[in-house]
């Protein structure tokens, strides 16, 4: 199916190690980019064997009390790594994988840093242990250490997959940014050439932004772009890749999806947006509350598999789109195909 296809697609681009092992016999039946990279035994089914080169089931091993524990589907645990040397932390949740198989789905994270700061508080503890106001000082420190370290390891537990959005995604609007977009694209771009799916690219540009910024200044500027960012992803559909590209400029992955339909949506993005408006309060000789209205100028284009090398030529051909659009007197939607 395409859709696991692109999620296994995002998965591969995490900055951690994922992998899902069937429950009944052991087996790896998936793993990410990194999990691949660093497998002791490739050739090897078991996950002791293929995962942590080990010679039989591991100590640390989850899925029995996993499979028992009725309540609660989900496991975090800790555990040195002798070949590697080094601390993991592991996420462990037993789920239905889209083969209908049931699955253990893992998330590795090396914590040796987090042991090792761990390791050298607990020194520095013991030096000041002779004066009282220092050991409560550091009593204090490691308290609060403690507790970011619980806090990462909550905030880990619930990203899971997510986790390929971290340092992957703009601050602002929350949306993909430009490094992730190029990542995972040309993932994308392989899979639907591969599999003879239509594959558009959207690209969106706010009309006379700089107008909005020196008249009601960047707050209200950055209020249009989050706004605009909200709009985006109220359209999109769960396979879709929205990502801000620069300033006020945007641009979508539509997977199968052939130029018409890029078309409708871009056009229902466009109808939208001039609809909507943001109260701003101005002091004249009165203080009176108007309403920022703006518009949007959409490219579209569309894969050729037949020509395009990558995903950077039909980017190319969205923005001369766009370029075509403003020029032609925004607020409108323009297409260019080969």
Same mark, same amino acid.
């Given at each position: 199916?395409?859709?696991?296809?692109?999620?296994?697609?995002?998965?591969?681009?995490?900055?951690?190690?994922?992998?899902?092992?069937?429950?009944?016999?052991?087996?790896?039946?998936?793993?990410?980019?990194?999990?691949?990279?660093?497998?002791?035994?490739?050739?090897?089914?078991?996950?002791?064997?293929?995962?942590?080169?080990?010679?039989?089931?591991?100590?640390?091993?989850?899925?029995?009390?996993?499979?028992?524990?009725?309540?609660?589907?989900?496991?975090?645990?800790?555990?040195?790594?002798?070949?590697?040397?080094?601390?993991?932390?592991?996420?462990?949740?037993?789920?239905?994988?889209?083969?209908?198989?049931?699955?253990?789905?893992?998330? /590795?994270?090396?914590?040796?840093? @987090? &042991?090792? %700061?761990?390791?050298?508080? $607990?020194? +520095?503890?013991?030096?000041?242990?002779?004066?009282?106001?220092?050991?409560?000082?550091?009593?204090?420190?490691?308290?609060?250490?403690?507790?970011?370290?619980?806090?990462?390891?909550?905030?880990?537990?619930?990203?899971?997959?997510?986790?390929?959005?971290?340092?992957?995604?703009?601050?602002?609007?929350?949306?993909?940014?430009?490094?992730?977009?190029?990542?995972?694209?040309?993932?994308?771009?392989?899979?639907?050439?591969?599999?003879?799916?239509?594959?558009?690219?959207?690209?969106?540009?706010?009309?006379?932004?700089?107008?909005?910024?020196?008249?009601?200044?960047?707050?209200?500027?950055?209020?249009?772009?989050? /706004?605009?960012?909200?709009?985006? @992803? &109220?359209? %999109?559909?769960?396979?879709? $890749?929205? +990502?801000?590209?620069?300033?006020?400029?945007?641009?979508?992955?539509?997977?199968?999806?052939?130029?018409?339909?890029?078309?409708?949506?871009?056009?229902?993005?466009?109808?939208?947006?001039?609809?909507?408006?943001?109260?701003?309060?101005?002091?004249?000789?009165?203080?009176?509350?108007?309403?920022?209205?703006?518009?949007?100028?959409?490219?579209?284009?569309?894969?050729?598999?037949?020509?395009?090398?990558?995903?950077?030529?039909?980017?190319?051909?969205?923005?001369?789109?766009?370029?075509?659009?403003?020029?032609?007197?925004?607020?409108?939607?323009?297409?260019?195909?080969?």
């Amino acid at each position: 199916m395409l859709e696991n296809k692109l999620f296994e697609a995002l998965l591969d681009v995490i900055p951690f190690s994922a992998y899902a092992v069937d429950i009944n016999t052991y087996e790896v039946i998936y793993a990410n980019k990194i999990s691949r990279e660093n497998m002791y035994a490739p050739q090897e089914n078991f996950c002791w064997e293929k995962i942590y080169g080990q010679n039989e089931i591991c100590s640390w091993c989850s899925i029995y009390s996993l499979q028992q524990d009725k309540q609660n589907n989900k496991h975090q645990h800790e555990f040195f790594d002798e070949i590697d040397d080094k601390w993991m932390s592991s996420y462990d949740e037993i789920m239905s994988w889209p083969d209908g198989r049931t699955v253990k789905y893992t998330i /590795l994270v090396d914590i040796s840093k @987090q &042991k090792e %700061a761990q390791g050298d508080m $607990i020194r +520095s503890h013991a030096k000041l242990a002779v004066k009282s106001k220092q050991i409560a000082q550091t009593n204090k420190q490691l308290q609060i250490t403690k507790l970011n370290l619980q806090k990462t390891i909550r905030e880990l537990e619930e990203s899971k997959a997510e986790l390929k959005l971290l340092a992957s995604t703009d601050p602002m609007t929350g949306l993909y940014n430009r490094r992730y977009f190029k990542d995972v694209s040309e993932h994308i771009f392989n899979i639907s050439k591969r599999e003879n799916k239509s594959l558009s690219v959207l690209m969106l540009d706010i009309d006379k932004f700089k107008r909005i910024n020196d008249t009601f200044g960047h707050q209200k500027g950055d209020e249009v772009i989050m /706004l605009l960012a909200s709009i985006l @992803q &109220k359209h %999109a559909r769960k396979s879709d $890749i929205i +990502s801000r590209f620069g300033g006020e400029e945007f641009l979508i992955l539509l997977p199968e999806t052939a130029i018409d339909g890029a078309n409708t949506i871009a056009e229902k993005i466009r109808t939208n947006i001039r609809t909507l408006d943001i109260e701003v309060e101005v002091e004249k000789d009165k203080i009176e509350v108007i309403s920022i209205t703006f518009t949007v100028s959409a490219g579209v284009s569309t894969i050729n598999f037949n020509q395009d090398l990558n995903i950077e030529a039909a980017i190319n051909r969205a923005d001369k789109a766009l370029y075509q659009a403003k020029e032609s007197g925004r607020n409108r939607v323009c297409s260019l195909i080969i």
